[in-house]
């Protein structure tokens, strides 16, 4: 059977689920998932509903009527997702391979169900591993004299491949609006995270210096704000005083992957959701 | 068998361990535990040694001798405990009752080897609290007017008890310079932290607006930097787009009940030690 | 605003959100949460919605409409719940007090909504604890030879009292079918698990022996099976070689503190399901 | 400066510590670590030291007069293992590449400080695997009328590289004790692990019908005794109803890819002592 995947969100008003499980019902579909969440305080209903068709349907013909009957009566937001599409991945990365040798053997495994039309870097150094994958890998150097020009070959690339959403795996530069604007909500960042918080340009040495025994990576969406975006996933590890700076890196590293990775699957099994600067993620 | 805790950090030299356990052996203990550490970045080395000796010896005695054989010698701060001494904790609050109780249980059932020689506060919601736990309670109250007067009277009954150390269990007044001044590293305090920070007044409403999955608290020593002492004990848990921020709240309360007991019992085993800004916590 | 509760599983089918949400509409209720679940190998649908009511509604008509226009034709299992009914709790105890303390706690401070009619235990050792929080005790002592007559003592008070659930918090006899029967999914049970399993009179010493590294409690509705019955709650905690047994137990008392504490608050929330020995926990 | 590591275990007693020290002084060694462990029921102790030495030593000669010195009159057993060797590790593995992929990524990115000879497996689907990163893989089938013969072969290959310690990453066969006598302690192994345990045949099956809700994964040393052997590293992960059992199996091979990769590490970096069927595991 064909399987919809129907994400909405709207001003939270009475009637919204039996107003969509009934439509869904007179296209023949059977709702075999349904979840949802209100906002209370931004005033905002989120939905994800899944739905199994006997027969086949014509997609665009759903589309336009669930536009007309649904979407205009309560202002609603929504994507509509079948399963057979594989959405087109691309990774940036620099210099460490960590995140992406994760990525790359999830989608040699066939766990992670996307496309990789390339690998893009600042350098040169992880070409092999795209190599050891059969990835084409693109190295577009950025510096100060030369950012715009580098941006215009990144958009040109992810266009002529069109690409879906764009993996941050590392990637040691800032991303301008310029990119973000043509992907929002579409690029997936990972960093280090600490508890309390360590602000300034060296928080494991902050960290490490105040004895913390919790470290933490946090993965979220890119928005102009710097790495302030709507958070997807997070995790923790134990960290104690006889650890040493570079033991904390490792874990750091270790936590990165894994977060990334999850982060990046949630997105691609199309669980989140952002209003505002918030993530609304399905189970 | 009578059984000594010995703490010792010095600058990081050859020959500490070898002369510290030659010292014990000379004085007929026998060593049955013995943890170091080194700081490399900080050249400083820690140790923590306990010793069972089979005939009664005379503290005063040890002491003196420790001092002139080996605390001199190699610049040692250290401290001797026998295993005999009930620590005596004051316990500081306010209006909240989750950490309270939650050190009262443990105090009553024996797991929390201290005496309590009253409860303080600055408000009297939680005088029924002490009733019920047959423990002294002081009611203090502190304005903007009487701060001061408010810390000579904590101070004044502080000494008259004798107190050894303070646990603030909720206690929403900021300790000023005076009395951390007769308590170095001796006033323990637990708040809740975030991953990744948020700053300002209402860091669980900054969270929530960000959809953050991970909330926790941490435990710490209280120096004259608000809320950025050398941290003893932290603990994280999940949180999710699902839950409001009362639900932060209260999953936030049960992190600061367990993680301040922890913290507690790491003092209180004198498993703790601090240099500069960083606790080392033996196992 | 009157706020009910339904609770609903049943042979999974197509139509039930639908046929449900219309049912809310036309009872002029509104939809304020809604989560669902279908367990495909057993083919039965679970559901948990909330809803409010502007106006006052009659709860026994409401229910009656429900059961003849949709419980039948979908063969629904059901429960519905208002707001504002406080669920009558006993507590059942031994000697150890660790778990009654954290419940009596957050009874005590409005965290835990429930009534407690009585605290009922084999022993007497805990009589002063229910005094110190104003609660009666009951004393029955269980022997070989009284079994049954004590549980038939048991079961009268529960009736006499109304009691609508019990909490076995570390109550260290076997509950027998007798009274299992009266309470079926409505007696909540705690105790330690490990990972992997160590079976035996001492599993503590067992899991020891072997040097597991994480030790862990699992709180559970009571069947006729023991310590078998549908999972409501776990967590787990780290520990090491440098732990004794004594350490292991006290890290699972306070584990057992935690999980039961969360599995009484599941239940008193409504949001715990049981089909054949599995649970269903909406968040 | 050279480094070296001792790691000791023997009959608890009096002056150990003090021995060892002075014996690494007179070797003009300075002590930068040192760990010790009682086990109090089975009366032992364990060490380990890592001393460094400004002037170039004599392995052979510093060992023989550690035994001849120390290990004779302690009942010593030991092991001293110089910092610029790098063990060979041996990888077998059957169809599942998880496991395999960390380890090699691992490896790849100089984390995992190991040479690995060969991958073996009894299957030729992962060959491709030790193709891209440049490894010799040997298949060797193993079926019911030739497991002796394969045995052979293994342990020919093994002796013929060197082979210090073998990880068996999702290799789905039991080593026998052929084998294992051979590389006592030495033979690393992962499964998953349920809290609390689910005998038989399909553990994710049963731990499913019951509703667990946290899963783990144990790394052990390989003893004749099936998935009994001492433990090295455990860890776990939440699950929920909504996950189904490929859901499970997915987030255990999570978990087995980290723990046998920190299994892996702690053996490496000499952190790990077997006793009985014991494991004290050094930070």
Redesign the interface.
């Known amino acids: 059977p064909m399987k919809l995947t129907i994400l909405i969100h709207c001003p939270d008003q ?2 919204i ?2 107003s969509v ?2 439509f869904v ?1 007179q296209q023949e579909g ?11 305080q931004a005033g905002v209903f989120f939905m994800r509903l899944q739905s199994e068709f006997e027969r086949e349907i014509a997609l665009d013909t759903f589309k336009a009527k669930f536009e007309a009957e649904l979407a205009d009566a309560f202002q609603m937001e929504w994507d509509i997702y079948t399963d057979d599409y594989k959405p087109k991945m691309a990774i940036f990365v620099s210099k460490y ?2 995140c992406l ?2 990525l790359l ?1 999830r989608y ?2 066939g ?1 992670l169900k996307v496309d990789i039309p390339f690998i893009l870097s600042n350098h040169k150094d992880l070409e092999y591993v795209a190599g ?2 059969n990835i084409p890998f693109f190295h577009i150097p950025v510096g100060k004299d030369n950012k715009e020009e580098a941006e215009e070959r990144q958009l040109a690339l992810l266009q002529e491949h069109g690409v879906d959403f764009i993996v941050l795996a590392r990637y040691m530069q800032i991303v301008s609006p310029k990119v973000i604007d043509v992907y929002p909500q579409k690029i997936i960042n990972i960093h280090h ?7 300034g340009a060296k928080p494991y040495h902050a960290a ?7 470290i ?1 990576a ?1 993965s979220h969406y890119v928005t102009a704000d710097l ?2 975006g ?2 997807i ?4 590890t ?1 960290v ?3 650890h ?1 700076i570079q033991d904390f890196i ?1 874990k750091g ?2 936590l990165e992957r ?1 977060v990334l990775s999850r982060a990046v699957q949630l997105h691609v099994g199309r669980k989140t959701m952002v209003y ?6 399905f ?1």
Do not use: C, M
Not at 194 to 199: C, I, M
Not at 208 to 214: A, L, P, Q, T, Y
């Open positions: 009475s009637g689920i039996r499980t009934t019902h059977n709702v075999v998932y349904l979840d949802q969440h209100v906002d209370k391979n960590h040798y994760d053997s040699n495994s766990e050891q994958f995270s600490f508890l309390p918080a360590f602000v490490f210096e105040r004895g913390v025994k919790i933490g946090t790495d302030a709507p958070i996933e997070q995790d923790v134990a104690s005083h006889s040493s490792a590293r270790d894994i505002n600067n918030k993530t609304v993620i189970s």
